[in-house]
């Protein structure tokens, strides 16, 4: 595969984030409401779309958990597949509770449904007392040391030295840009901000196709692979090539994030990637760059 440019998302590529994104999850739904899901049921949301920001995907996983104390019916397979027929994301998620719970019910989910406490207490127990005090600028409740210090880094330095060598590179991530920088630091990628999307570059998030095409503008690539670990990155690449036809776009999925193995691999397929690789040390054997043609 032939590329001139590099994208590459950061959770479940760059850094294993299992525990510490999807365990501040389930962790905060648990401590504002006292249950939870199970943490291997986040992937059902993330395949259904729309919840690239996990404090969204916090804020669904809370409502399913108070809707289901008023009864509701569905089972989170079913929940998160209706999701994506109505679209993915978190609008996605309030109006399948809207159409399954009467009036009386559905305004006792809303009036327990505390958006803020959830994100407070999935940045308190993401970031650890310290960070959380520089980031966020409050004082902690939970003294805790920080999820985010238990993220394992993914990409080998050598890995890392051949890409950057051989391509152009752009990072595409939902984290805030803070976040960010802590993990491309861990991971030793020095990128400037110009060619970085993060949270607080990009309201509209994957898939939409914004961020991607203006880092092949900024980039000025024509061959863009986009490298990430959901259904959502693949898509992103997708609605790019068109919007932005006169670029070409890959998609590829790695299986080191929530999909892995053959079922993963085989949900990237049908979700359109142009290749599946079981983790991002895979791509320099996979990529080739473009060769410039010699002037006549």
Same mark, same amino acid.
Do not use: C
């Given at each position: 595969m032939y ?17 510490s994104?999807?365990?501040?999850i389930?962790?905060?739904v ?6 939870t ?18 404090? *969204? =995907? #916090? &804020? ?5 958990? /108070?809707? %289901? @104390? ?5 089972? +989170? ?24 719970l ?37 004082s ?10 238990d ?6 330095p050598?890995t890392?030295? *051949? =890409? #950057? &060598? ?5 990072? /595409?991530? %939902? @984290? ?5 920088? +802590?993990?491309l ?6 990128v400037?901000e ?96 473009v ?6």
């Amino acid at each position: 595969m032939y590329a001139d440019t590099l994208v590459l998302d950061v959770d479940g590529v760059l850094v294993d984030v299992a525990g510490s994104y999807r365990r501040a999850i389930v962790e905060s739904v648990e401590r504002v409401y006292g249950e939870t899901i199970a943490q291997s049921a986040i992937q059902q949301f993330k395949d259904a779309g729309g919840f690239n920001n996990d404090w *969204e =995907l #916090t &804020d669904a996983v809370a409502l399913y958990v /108070l809707a %289901g @104390r008023e009864g509701f019916p569905l089972s +989170i397979e079913t929940f998160t597949d209706r999701i994506a027929a109505s679209g993915g994301g978190l609008v996605a998620a309030q109006s399948v509770v809207d159409d399954e719970l009467d009036p009386a019910p559905r305004e006792r989910v809303l009036g327990a449904w505390d958006r803020d406490r959830l994100r407070d207490v999935f940045q308190q127990l993401y970031l650890g007392a310290d960070l959380y005090r520089e980031i966020e600028g409050g004082s902690p409740e939970l003294h805790t040391g920080g999820y985010i210090h238990d993220e394992p880094v993914l990409l080998d330095p050598e890995t890392r030295d *051949e =890409l #950057t &060598d051989r391509f152009d590179i752009g990072i /595409l991530t %939902g @984290r805030p840009a803070a976040e960010a920088d +802590i993990a491309l630091e861990r991971v030793g990628l020095d990128v400037p901000e110009e060619h970085r999307f993060t949270m607080d570059d990009w309201e509209a998030g994957k898939p939409d196709p914004a961020a991607l095409v203006t880092l092949a503008e900024r980039l000025d690539g024509a061959t863009v692979a986009f490298a990430g670990d959901t259904l959502d990155d693949i898509r992103t690449a997708e609605n790019a090539t068109a919007d932005d036809p006169g670029r070409t776009y890959h998609g590829i999925g790695v299986l080191t994030g929530g999909l892995s193995g053959a079922a993963g691999r085989e949900k990237f397929e049908r979700a359109g990637a142009t290749a599946v690789v079981e983790s991002v040390n895979d791509l320099p054997e996979l990529l080739e760059p473009v060769e410039e043609t010699p002037a006549d």
